[in-house]
């Protein structure tokens, strides 16, 4: 099993074709399911008529800036931990030079890289956010009574790429060439994941977003923060 | 798990009408809903929901029962179209009877929760969604129901007819004539300047706020009239109910009246619902983008008159005042400021509550709540303890509520809570501080 594993092929693979796979399916799952439901929406006959694009922005402005929205301020901690979460977790895999090298091996393309530090230290925000979110999931009595295995595995397969590509980084516990076998797979589970379960909010939350806001701006001129 | 504790309701329009279903129609029905009616929206919603529950705080339901989680929201509709979906429609008797107790009095469809989720999901209308399915069902709750088969079958709320109508508003004039001298409530002028449109609600009980109206009408000098025929009515339980069919029936017989009178715009009295059914879910119903006529909610004509200088204003109120935000007017419509530009004009110890204009929590009357009626009242003032206790906080005499769901809600809540509170409408406040002119003085 191990051999096979941290064999030369099955790291070619995953790698090579399979990184093809699972971007295309990324983003071609992603670009499916928002054209799609853009189409959709056209037979939800409230939608189009009603959006504006001022209040869309206007609305999207309020809750993508840390604090902006009432709520927001209201739960000072989850604000935090949740903005820190998705920063670094956006940030810390397209700017690593690890994976810069890569990217300059295969199609000569550089650009920024974090230094090694901060990418540590956005990593294990990431890890140690997810811990957050875990617990708030079994403790806090709202969050627990809508939560179901479904919420647990999409917590852990995010956070299953940041571990294993800390621990491979550093060398840490594991065996190199098995640990990061692992990360290249759960960084690939990860985006064909992404179009096809609830990490969707992230391609829909601009769009519900932006029918709240138009909604209650232009229609009922009300703020929706 | 959590367990959900709910005390048993009985109520027919619910219990009996389940019994009477099988799954393959429920079934049937269901996806016929999610399939033909709700699309993208109820899609997007459900699939983007990432069950964070930060919609919580946001509900008045969830605050005043202490914070138990199966008020949330997103438990709502965790325990409605979730578990629908799930199933793919499959669900029996008894879920769907949960689905309707939900939908129909554990949510006044505010909106607030709307404004406390970091995506901006509607949930009240994943609620309606699951009021609509109730509803093609025939499972409602049996008082709101009878409202409905009130507005099919007289085009009103109150089963008045024609008649009940005409001599109520003639019975309303006289009374009025004899303090103001040739007051009018003139029925069918063809080309007035403004439709009047008022709740059955008035007619039936209230027929003081239709002599309110005739003497700030009067005083102002208003161009007005109110159809004599179906159509006077603004009411629309229907909405609430799930039936867009009659609430659509309703609001197309308003309009063609005022299209009828040949006026320029329509003014209502003061509903948080009926405005929400005609310049929102009714013409959009009827496929207009808004209403077809401007459509003028009393805060807005009020404000108008005192700004104008067509209604003097002779002395303030001194009791203290305190202000609820209708959901429909505020959140529904920005009337925040012109509610208080009018407060301040006519009181003279303004208590604004907190939270306050959109922020402010449901009375937890509105969305049909209250007119689930008897059955369900215990569950709707211990929904509103919230509401007693930001109230209390204020330290008023008087509470303003310019919609009659908040009027009776607040003043059933501050009898429960004992808060010793009275409840007024802006126009018995307006009658009751505007200068009567001289010469419309009748001599005693």
């Known amino acids: ?225 | 798990m959590i367990k959900v504790e709910r005390k048993d309701v009985a109520d027919p329009g619910i219990d009996e009408k389940v019994k009477n279903l099988n799954p393959e129609k429920i079934e049937k029905t269901i996806n016929w809903v999610l399939g033909k009616e709700a699309a993208a929206r109820l899609k997007a919603y459900v699939q983007t929901c990432i069950h964070c529950g930060l919609c919580s705080e946001a509900c008045h339901y969830y605050l005043s029962h202490d914070r138990d989680p199966s008020y949330a929201p997103v438990a709502k509709v965790r325990q409605t179209l979730w578990e629908i979906l799930k199933r793919k429609g499959r669900v029996d008797g008894e879920s769907l009877k949960r689905c309707a107790r939900i939908a129909y009095t554990e949510c006044n469809l505010c909106r607030r929760c709307s404004m406390y989720c970091p995506f901006g999901i509607d949930i009240a209308y994943l609620i309606s969604i699951v009021r609509r399915m109730c509803h093609l069902l025939g499972v409602v709750p049996q008082y709101l129901q009878a409202r409905i088969n009130s507005q099919m079958a007289t085009m009103n709320s109150e089963w008045l007819t024609q008649d009940d109508w005409i001599d109520t508003a003639q019975w309303q004039e006289e009374e009025l004539r004899m303090e103001i001298k040739n007051a009018r409530i003139p029925l069918d002028k063809e080309g007035a300047e403004i439709m009047y449109s008022l709740h059955s609600v008035e007619v039936k009980f209230m027929t003081q706020l239709i002599a309110n109206i005739a003497k700030i009408m009067t005083v102002a000098g208003i161009d007005w009239t109110i159809p004599s025929t179906d159509g006077w009515d603004n009411t629309n339980q229907a909405m609430h109910g799930g039936d867009f069919e009659t609430m659509g029936m309703a609001v197309r017989k308003h309009f063609e009246a005022a299209f009828k009178l040949k006026v320029k715009k329509i003014v209502m009295n003061e509903c948080g619902h009926a405005f929400k059914a005609m310049v929102y879910d009714g013409s959009r119903w009827l496929g207009w983008k808004e209403s077809p006529l401007p459509y003028v909610h009393a805060i807005q004509f009020y404000y108008e008159l005192i700004r104008d200088g067509k209604i003097k204003i002779a002395k303030k109120i001194k009791e203290p005042v305190t202000v609820q935000d209708p959901c429909n007017l505020v959140r529904g419509r920005g009337l925040g400021d012109m509610l208080r530009y009018i407060i301040n004009a006519t009181c003279e110890d303004f208590r604004d509550m907190t939270p306050r204009y959109e922020h402010n929590y449901c009375c937890c009357s509105g969305g049909g709540v209250l007119h689930a009626d008897k059955p369900w009242k215990t569950v709707r003032l211990e929904g509103s303890r919230i509401k007693a206790e930001q109230l209390k906080a204020t330290g008023a005499e008087i509470a303003i509520t310019a919609c009659h769901s908040c009027h009776k809600g607040v003043h059933d809540l501050i009898d429960h809570y004992k808060l010793g509170m009275h409840v007024k409408f802006l126009s018995e406040i307006l009658v009751e501080v505007m200068e009567i002119p001289e010469e419309l003085r009748v001599a005693k």
């Open chain 1, 1 to 225: 099993m191990y051999e096979f594993l941290t064999s030369t092929e099955v790291y070619n693979f995953i790698k090579g074709p399979l990184v093809w796979v699972s971007f295309i399916i990324f983003i071609g799952g992603s670009l499916y399911k928002i054209i799609s439901l853009l189409f959709l929406a056209r037979k939800d006959k409230v939608v189009y008529p009603y959006m504006s694009l001022k209040y869309s922005v206007r609305s999207i402005f309020h809750w993508v800036i840390p604090f902006a929205s009432t709520n927001m301020r209201k739960r000072p901690w989850i604000t935090t931990m949740t903005f820190s979460y998705h920063i670094c977790l956006v940030l810390t895999p397209v700017f690593l030079l690890s994976h810069n090298m890569l990217l300059r091996d295969s199609w000569n393309i550089r650009w920024w890289t974090l230094p090694e530090g901060v990418a540590d230290v956005m990593t294990l925000i990431v890890i140690l956010c997810t811990l957050f979110f875990l617990m708030r999931r079994l403790i806090a009595p709202e969050v627990r009574f809508v939560t179901s295995v479904s919420d647990y595995v999409l917590l852990a397969m995010v956070a299953a790429p940041f571990s294993t590509g800390f621990l491979a980084f550093h060398q840490l516990f594991f065996d190199y060439n098995l640990i990061v076998t692992f990360h290249i797979l759960f960084g690939e589970i990860m985006l064909v994941a992404i179009p096809f379960t609830r990490l969707s909010h992230m391609l829909f939350f601009w769009l519900t977003r932006a029918y709240t806001g138009s909604e209650f701006g232009a229609v009922r001129h009300a703020k929706d923060w």
